[in-house]
């Protein structure tokens, strides 16, 4: 029986720790951290739809700026003559006559309108401009005045003709409309 009290020993330290479950416990273990490439399916549509607004919106502004460019050359020019000949009013008035002719042309190629004797010519040239049917960008007097030059053996152009036929002329060349560009 002694034999058997000896085997019986004391647990051992090392058994003590292996049956405490706290002892087992380990540091928290974290996910990978997302990471910012490739995105997710949303941000590759949001940046699709953003290039593809980007293009036709600078598409659009190009060509808008493409079509309406003899408009602002046409204004220069405009403030070019007047700058330039302002004692010679009647090769003023013919210069500006010209200019006129000539935009509306360029803005309605299917028209003849640059054929056209100077009242029908500025007649037509109300209709392509929005304003009111009351008041003209070339009144019916303006129209009369400048259609009876020609005519004249010595003609005087006052200068507050001269003047209503620039402003007017500015006028209809930064309001007159044209057709809508085709796609």
Not at 142 to 168: F, K, R, T, V
């Amino acid at each position: 029986m002694n034999t058997q009290a000896t085997n019986i020993q004391a647990p051992d330290i090392q058994d003590a720790s292996i049956q405490d479950p706290l002892a087992q416990l380990r540091d928290i273990h974290l996910p990978d951290p997302i990471l910012w490439w490739p995105p997710a399916p949303g941000w590759w549509v949001l940046a699709i739809l953003v290039v593809a607004a980007t293009y036709y919106t600078l598409r659009w502004w190009l060509r808008r700026r493409a079509y309406n460019c003899y408009r602002s050359e046409a204004l220069s020019k405009l403030d070019e003559l007047y700058s330039s000949l302002p004692h010679d009013r009647l090769a003023l008035c013919r210069e500006i006559l010209t200019l006129l002719r000539r935009t509306a042309k360029t803005a309605y190629p299917d028209r003849s309108l640059e054929s056209e004797l100077t009242p029908k010519l500025l007649s037509q040239l109300n209709e392509y401009c929005p304003s009111p049917v009351a008041d003209p960008v070339f009144n019916q007097q303006m129209q009369e005045q400048l259609g009876s030059l020609p005519y004249q053996a010595n003609p005087d152009i006052p200068e507050p003709l001269m003047q209503q036929l620039h402003e007017a002329s500015k006028q209809w060349l930064k309001k007159h409309r044209r057709k809508p560009l085709s796609c």
